[in-house]
């Protein structure tokens, strides 16, 4: 790995070694860019991932202080913990379930084809699907995507022939074990998935895309790549021409570090990147980083979730085999017939038993609540992914009343539903009650959205500077090198899982990243 030195101005800072961050740097530095990776996290591996799902939760997960606000149930159940991701070199690549789905095209171009909707601020992303496809089919070359390249997909589990069956009886045409980040065969010097099942955290066989153990490693081998694991950064600096010019971060002995850089990506999930430019005020930008539209920390999105158990007479074992490898895509088209816009997946799920009982019915007890847990190995399971509205008034702010232990203020995260949102899961809930009891359940169970997972939104693309934060490459409006490559700069959220569209995004930024810098424009 290089080592490069703090005064040197002529890398790139990326910040953030997730989806994003990671690929970002790998894709820079096969094409000769210095770059450094500054991790709040520390570096595990497949060697000390904890594969017991309630110990790699304090081992993985982002678990500083946050606060939250609104009508949203999280609120109330996990008022500390508003979004479920890790701190940690690879970021939530190394707790993720592996679904990989393409945005469609409507979902591109949503104020086109939703119109207008009160109580939202929908807009166009500035990037189209066709736009983006090479890139989509680069990602899910580089990241094993089953069902594309010639990739088989991976076995069906009882959990998955238990939604097939419903699912079929329903009439769904579009059901199988999904396109998944996951070898279903031995590939790029990883071997298959070993269905071991329980797969969410850490993959300890390795057969699970990541950013800790494919794009780092291959960013490192080139010589470019310097990577500061448990580096917290604090602030984004700025010259006096309004570029930025550096950034100042916590090593690990706490103590604070200066890294100059030519070009600044920050990668830190829609909570932290927000969060990080409202930080970097100064006199110059008094309200914060790439600012001027106000958009920063606005228009949060967490997908559309929620959950449906279906308990049978006999046992599913729902929890053996990849856990997401099953997907109804049917209802992810826009039609208002329903009563709503936009579209939803289902996919199957499965938890552990200490977070099954946590995620439920949180805070609830008593003889219902039992009655499920006590017939766990009869329960199937799946999980609802739909488009939830961008609203300005749902958003990242800085918490002044609460710091975190270098003194920051923590970030707040407010969130409503929008009626549409209601409607979506509402409908998700009873067609997910309607496959299981096709498929023979005796009884079925709906669960509450539980801390977020897909983080949207906050720094979003737009066309122009006034509605948003970032044009369609990432960069922002106001400060030419200065980049947002996360789900940040999704203008709005689609139907399907994101990691996807933050790969591809993230491989498209470094193409255009490094041009810039060949034609020393930034």
Partial sequence: MAKIDSNDDSVVVIIGSGAGGGTLAHELCIKGVKVVVLEAGAMQSQTSYINDEWKSFSQLAWLDNRTTSGTWRIAKDFPNLPTWICKTVGGTTTHWAGASLRLQDHEFRAKTHYGELKGTNLLDWPVTLKELEPYYAKAENKMGV?????????PGNNNFKVLNAGATKLGYKEV???NMAINSEPRDGRGRCMQMGFCFQGCKSG?????????IPKAEATGNLDLRPESHVSRIEHNAAGKASG??????DGKEQRQKARVVCVAGNSIETPRLLLLSSSPQFPNGLANSSGQVGRNYMRHLTGT???????????Y??????????DEAGHNTKRGFIGGYELETLSLGVPFMAAFLNPGGWGSDFTWWMDRYTNLAGMWIVGEDMPRESNRVTLNTAVKDKWGSAVPNVHYDDHENDIAMRNHAFTQGERVYQAAGSIKT???PPYPSTHNLGTCRMSASARDGVCNKWGQTHDINNLFISDGSQFTTGGAENPTLTIVSLAIRQADYIAKQMTEKAI
């Fill in 207 to 215: 057969a699970k895309w990541s950013t800790l153990y494919v794009e």
């Fill in 176 to 178: 199988h074990t999904g």
């Fill in 308 to 318: 449906v158990y279906g308990a049978f007479k006999e046992p599913v074992h729902m």
């Fill in 146 to 154: 089953t069902r594309t390249n010639g990739i088989p997909g991976l």
């Fill in 320 to 329: 053996r085999g990849t856990t997401m490898a099953g997907i109804i895509r």
């Fill in 445 to 447: 169970f709906r669960t």
């Fill in 247 to 252: 950034v100042v971060y916590f090593d690990k």
